[in-house]
T-cell receptor, first 111, second 113 residues
Framework: DADVTQTPRNRITKTGKRIMLECSQTKGHDRMYWYRQDPGLGLRLIYYSFDVKDINKGEISDGYSVSRQAQAKFSLSLESAIPNQTALYFC??????????FGQGTRLTVV | GENVEQHPSTLSVQEGDSAVIKCTYSDSASNYFPWYKQELGKRPQLIIDIRSNVGEKKDQRIAVTLNKTAKHFSLHITETQPEDSAVYFCAASETDSWGKLQFGAGTQVVVTP
């Protein structure tokens, strides 16, 4: 089945380290998104990309960067991780006529 | 930007009763309103959505209503079952930006047998 795959699924890292979260999809969608989920805050948009050459900041982009390597791949980087970036991160995809489909999530802990 | 508020934050219902979750939004340009269900440890999954050209949509035990004038929309679950226990999120966006969603904070629904 077509899916959205995130790696790693769980990661513990130290403050100040650089870390990359990866997302790949086989749904054939052109649009990809990174969301962050914190308890009591819902999901908040970090970055989004409507095609390979398009990158846009979301609501909470500070401290993050992204790379759209191909239509099917969208990576999120934390250049220097800090403890308040501890959260559950979701990648999502959509096309121009359909709803967002989410990956399984990456649980990131910064110690 | 868009702001979506969701109430209540927790909802406990007896099996067989109905559950209602309400959301308000601020941006009149929003015209697409999905609802996602997230079970513990799982990804959010779309359960129903509504676009601004209709006022109500139903899918089996789930229905969503939309009042564009008042900028609010609601999820109704009838004949609740234990498997309905989950966190439910409302969201809003413009239909040319399907996945660029502004989410509510979520409602933890617990259905007790």
């Amino acid at each position: 089945d077509a899916d959205v795959t995130q790696t790693p699924r769980n990661r513990i890292t130290k403050t100040g380290k650089r870390i990359m979260l990866e997302c790949s999809q086989t749904k054939g969608h052109d649009r990809m998104y990174w969301y962050r989920q914190d308890p009591g805050l819902g999901l908040r948009l970090i970055y989004y990309s409507f095609d390979v050459k398009d990158i846009n900041k979301g609501e909470i982009s500070d401290g993050y960067s992204v790379s759209r390597q191909a239509q099917a791949k969208f990576s999120l980087s934390l250049e220097s991780a800090i403890p308040n970036q501890t959260a559950l991160y979701f990648c999502a995809t959509s096309d121009s006529v359909a709803e967002a489909f989410f990956g399984q999530g990456t649980r990131l802990t910064v110690v | 930007g868009e702001n979506v508020e969701q109430h209540p934050s927790t909802l406990s219902v007896q099996e067989g009763d109905s559950a209602v979750i309400k959301c308000t939004y601020s941006d009149s340009a929003s015209n697409y309103f999905p609802w996602y269900k997230q079970e513990l440890g799982k990804r959010p999954q779309l359960i129903i959505d509504i676009r601004s050209n209709v006022g109500e949509k139903k899918d089996q035990r789930i229905a969503v209503t939309l009042n564009k004038t008042a900028k609010h929309f609601s999820l109704h679950i009838t004949e609740t079952q234990p498997e309905d226990s989950a966190v439910y999120f409302c969201a809003a966006s413009e239909t040319d930006s399907w996945g660029k969603l502004q989410f509510g904070a979520g409602t933890q629904v617990v259905v007790t047998p």
